[in-house]
């Protein structure tokens, strides 16, 4: 399981941001979202799930938005750059990329 492998690793933080924006509907809810989130994870991580209720426009253009029903996941060095991007489904072949990029860090 992806999302696990490295949830031990101390050199590599994992963040989970579920971003709803500032839709009241969605700040109501968005306790429900995140504790489901948090059913799926396991409970080290449970502290780095963050969901993200402001304006999304700064954010998204600052991360290249495209789509908000895609997911997009970032890895990013210590410098605040982003160093690799998957944007849609995550799968294996995403998978196997993206730790291309994390073996070299």
Do not use: A, C, R
């Not at 995140?34 to 991360?63: A, S």
């Amino acid at each position: 399981n992806p999302k696990l492998k490295y949830s031990n690793n101390k050199k590599i933080s994992l963040y989970l941001i579920p971003m709803l924006g500032n839709n009241p509907v969605l700040k109501i809810i968005g306790s429900i979202i995140e504790n489901g989130t948090k059913k799926t994870y396991p409970q080290n991580l449970h502290k780095n799930i963050m969901v993200f209720y402001e304006d999304l426009e700064p954010i998204k253009k600052y991360l290249n938005y495209q789509s908000n029903s895609d997911t997009y996941i970032y890895l990013i060095d210590n410098n605040s750059k982003i160093m690799w991007l998957s944007k849609g489904n995550f799968n294996y072949d995403s998978f196997i990329s993206m730790e291309k990029v994390l073996e070299k860090l």
